[in-house]
């Protein structure tokens, strides 16, 4: 996985995931940080392969490893995570050599992944593709809810909260 190895050596992401991760020291609620990110990869990749979807898994790591990279801009300028995580995959995307119309696909499920930003996609489908599902499944799935000690004041619906009947 080439690209992903390029990722993880980027200068920029690094210093992004390290002042993410001094924004949410305090942080009760579930964190943005590389153990999310590879919790997301590593359950889409399972079910990637126990479903047989055929999806490419450098594609599933690079889209874990960037879906909430813009939390730092919705922190500090209000902005959207989902539409700061996908202008950033973007211009990294370019800095690493990464094929455009591969990297198009991971920046649009980025943005499908929250409810205010699907909207951005214009009608587009990508929303409704197998890897766009499999990646917005696999961020919920990563979340323990059920054991989480901040869940009573979570945001989070009781229907949008993680169980674990629904993992597979």
């Known amino acids: ?4 190895a390029r990722l993880l050596h980027q200068e920029q992401y690094r210093k992004t995931v390290k ?11 579930c964190r943005h940080n590389m153990e999310h990110f590879m919790d997301v990869a590593r359950l889409a990749q399972i079910r990637n392969l126990k479903e047989q979807l055929g999806l490419d898994e450098e594609m599933i790591y690079l889209y874990a490893l960037l879906h909430d990279i ?23 995307f370019a800095t ?10 991971i920046c649009q499920a980025i943005l499908a992944h929250r409810r205010e930003t699907c909207s951005e996609l214009h009608g ?5 593709t197998a890897f ?37």
Not at 70 to 92: D, L, P
Not at 124 to 128: D, G, S, V, Y
């Open 19 to 29: 002042k993410i991760a001094r924004l949410e020291a305090d942080r009760i609620y």
């Open 124 to 128: 587009e489908k990508l929303w409704q």
């Open 1 to 4: 996985m080439e690209y992903v």
């Open 70 to 92: 813009g939390r730092m801009k919705e922190y500090e300028q209000g902005i959207s995570h989902a539409a700061a995580s996908a202008e950033f995959a973007g211009e990294i």
């Open 132 to 168: 766009t599902q499999l990646m917005k499944w696999a961020d919920k799935a990563s979340r323990m809810c059920f054991a989480c000690e901040a869940a009573d004041s979570c945001k989070w619906s009781e229907e949008e909260k993680n169980k674990p009947e629904t993992w597979f």
């Open 96 to 105: 690493i050599g990464y094929p455009k119309e591969k990297g198009d696909i």
